[in-house]
């Protein structure tokens, strides 16, 4: 019979085994090494710097290509609202943000753009110059003036992704540039990720073709990235990783459950329907109702802050840990 640590180590074979496979039958990433150069330079100038703080903000869902030449792929839903807004308290707050987020979704200080037309903010004058109609004149002065700063002010790095080959290859880049800077980097995975995928080498190569009737699929599970980022990418990195639901009945027993299994050391409780409105932040400590208030602040805004909070105090508790050896 199995010791419980036989079966324990077992099961972390088999993990590394679906880890090592994922990897491997990946597509290499476009780019890669320029990929990795920025983020690195990202991190080394905001080390020790005026920022001091770095945060990996992911955003958007990921897609799962049923093609290589992919014509068709299956999506996961996130509009990217919230990681984009997120991502504006964060450089507010004076963190810099690496920005890993799902092409086409929805950017910071532009978040009203995918909604309402861009053309609806400019017209052309008499001599044929275009400018800002004066409507609309206040809001896109701001969101340029807090872009430039977050941008020249060397706080604000946008990495695109769209399947989920590309965002865990360059969740792990970015995760292995963080880690020397121990417990001042946050990582915020607000990205809904696929579960299941297609393994590129069992992956048709051309479009799949509809005359042969039912299509019959084998997906295979995503490892859930989530415990090796805590345990060796970046083992000081304080993680924070979202749970979304759409039956609230086991929304918290479902967050409380990903932050023991994962060792998150916070996980974000959302409702599909209420999550403009509401969150829950649960800890080891507790949970606490973040919600939209009467001045109509951004859930965000009252979110990154209190995260924030638990950030400064996990910071100071690994330094004591760090001087008492
Ligand atoms: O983008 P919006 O429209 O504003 O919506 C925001 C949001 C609802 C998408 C966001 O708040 C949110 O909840 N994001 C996480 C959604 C999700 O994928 O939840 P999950 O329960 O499937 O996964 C939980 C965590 O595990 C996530 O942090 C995810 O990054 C991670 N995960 C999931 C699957 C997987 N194979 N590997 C992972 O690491």
Not at 150 to 170: M, N, R
């Amino acid at each position: 019979m199995d010791s419980p640590g036989g079966a324990a180590a077992e099961d972390q074979q088999e993990f590394a085994g679906r880890v090592k496979s994922f990897f491997e039958s990946a597509p290499p990433l476009v780019d890669g090494e320029n990929v990795s150069k920025k983020i690195a330079g990202f991190i080394s100038r905001n080390r020790g710097g005026e920022a001091d703080r770095v945060v990996c903000v992911t955003s958007g869902g990921t897609t799962v290509p049923l093609e290589q030449r992919c014509v068709r792929y299956i999506d996961n839903f996130s509009s990217g609202h919230r990681g984009a807004t997120s991502t504006e308290y964060f450089v507010k707050a004076g963190y810099a943000v690496i920005f890993l987020h799902r092409r086409g979704a929805y950017q910071p200080y532009c978040r009203y753009l995918p909604e309402d037309s861009f053309l609806d903010f400019f017209e052309v004058t008499e001599g044929s110059a275009i400018r800002v109609c004066e409507s609309h004149a206040k809001e896109v002065t701001r969101a340029i003036r807090d872009y430039r700063a977050a941008v020249d002010g060397g706080l604000l790095l946008k990495v695109p992704f769209t399947s989920i080959f590309e965002y865990l290859q360059i969740l792990q880049i970015v995760a292995g540039s963080m880690k020397p800077l121990g417990s001042f980097g946050m990582f915020y995975l607000a990205a809904a990720v696929s579960d299941f995928y297609v393994p590129w080498e069992s992956m048709a190569e051309h479009k799949i073709q509809s005359a042969g009737g039912p299509l019959d699929m084998r997906l295979a599970p995503v490892p859930k990235m989530l415990s090796l980022l805590r345990k060796e990418w970046a083992p000081m990195a304080f993680c924070i990783s979202f749970k979304l639901e759409t039956d609230s009945d086991i929304l918290l027993k479902k967050a409380d459950m990903a932050l023991r299994k994962y060792g998150m050391h916070v996980v974000v409780a959302n409702e599909l329907s209420t999550r403009k409105k509401e969150v829950v932040v649960v800890t080891d400590t507790g949970k606490v109702k973040v919600r939209t208030d009467e001045q109509h602040r951004e859930v965000e805004e009252k979110l990154i802050d209190l995260l924030i909070e638990q950030h400064s105090h996990y910071i100071e508790e690994s330094e004591k840990d760090a001087v008492n050896g």
